[in-house]
Nanobody
Framework: QVQLVDSGGGLVQAGDSLRLSCTTSGRAFGAYAMGWFRQAPGKERQFVAAISWNGGSTDYADSVKGRFTISRDNTKNTVYLQMNSLKPEDTAVYYC?????????????????WGQGTQVTVSS
């Protein structure tokens, strides 16, 4: 059984930083791309960042480029999302996602495993 457990969310002020983590069990973590998505109340789930199987390729949504950094440690089966200079519009539930393939994508259909979500709230 494949499980993704994401954590690290919280309530912070604008300009603060948070680091989200997502640990995978039950599959060969190092063989697949990983992604982070977020969903605000009343909105669709949107792409945030993605990383290829070996970390050699990363991709970011324009809204977070330069502020967020995705990374992975294949020895720990964990993907991270370092979020700096947080803004109120970053408020959402953040989900990690396990890909079907080694390369990454911005599409939710590229991912077949999802974490339970962790709430990030940024106050102004």
């Amino acid at each position: 059984q494949v499980q993704l457990v994401d954590s690290g969310g919280g309530l912070v002020q604008a300009g603060d930083s948070l680091r989200l983590s997502c640990t995978t069990s039950g599959r060969a973590f190092g063989a697949y791309a990983m992604g982070w998505f977020r969903q605000a109340p009343g909105k669709e789930r949107q792409f945030v960042a993605a990383i290829s199987w070996n970390g050699g390729s990363t991709d970011y949504a324009d809204s977070v480029k330069g502020r967020f950094t995705i990374s992975r440690d294949n020895t720990k089966n964990t993907v991270y999302l370092q979020m700096n200079s947080l803004k109120p519009e970053d408020t959402a539930v953040y989900y990690c996602a396990g890909g079907k393939y080694p390369s990454s994508s911005r599409s939710t259909s590229w991912y077949n495993y999802w974490g339970q979500g962790t709430q990030v709230t940024v106050s102004s």
